[in-house]
């Protein structure tokens, strides 16, 4: 039997290989049936939010391991650290152009819950927030980072990085 965790490990490896996650190819790669695939992963959208997640949470971390510091300066040097690894990831670049649809389901509504739960634990360096504040805030500033990130699902071009970094350190300050 495989594991929940073995076949989150195993589609985050084929995401990085393929940008995508391909549940027949990713069932025989783990040695089981597609069927057991989807009753331990449930649903591909569900796997994909489950591999975008732990791959964006190894960038955020190793980001926040690099930009140690608090307050608005280090939020910020988290967040750039964090935009440009992920912009210059090309498997994730692949996934925005392929699959516009599926990234922005999964990506607008599992990764982002996740995304401000972790957003909601660094702003916390920041200042004391008064209460129900902190969970506001820390939604508006991943909104900020999902628009420079995924500006092309969006309908947008490309943002501003200096636009988008003053409107980050408007909403920190």
């Not at 996650?21 to 992963?41: N, Q």
């Not at 910020?76 to 992920?86: D, K, Q, S, Y």
């Not at 972790?118 to 500033?141: C, F, H, M, N, T």
Request: with cysteine; hydrophobic share 45%; glycine share 8%.
């Amino acid at each position: 039997m495989v594991t929940r965790e073995q076949v989150v490990r195993g589609a985050c490896r084929f995401f990085v290989l393929h940008g995508s996650v391909d549940m027949d190819a990713l069932a025989a790669g783990l040695a089981v049936s597609r069927a057991t695939l989807y009753r331990v992963a449930r649903s591909r959208d569900g796997l994909l939010a489950d591999a975008l997640w732990t791959l964006g949470g190894r960038v955020l971390e190793g980001a926040r391991r690099q930009c140690a510091d608090g307050g608005v300066e280090g939020v910020l040097r988290v967040t750039r650290e964090f935009v440009a690894r992920v912009n210059s990831a090309a498997p994730f670049r692949r996934f925005l152009c392929r699959e516009p649809d599926t990234a922005a389901r999964v990506l607008l509504h599992e990764v982002h819950r996740r995304a401000v739960a972790a957003q909601r634990d660094i702003l916390k360096s920041v200042k004391p927030w008064p209460p129900g504040e902190l969970d506001q805030a820390a939604y508006l500033y991943v909104r900020l980072v999902e628009s420079v990130l995924y500006a092309e699902l969006l309908g947008g071009g490309p943002l501003d990085l200096h636009l988008a970094e003053r409107a980050a350190r408007s909403l920190l300050a």
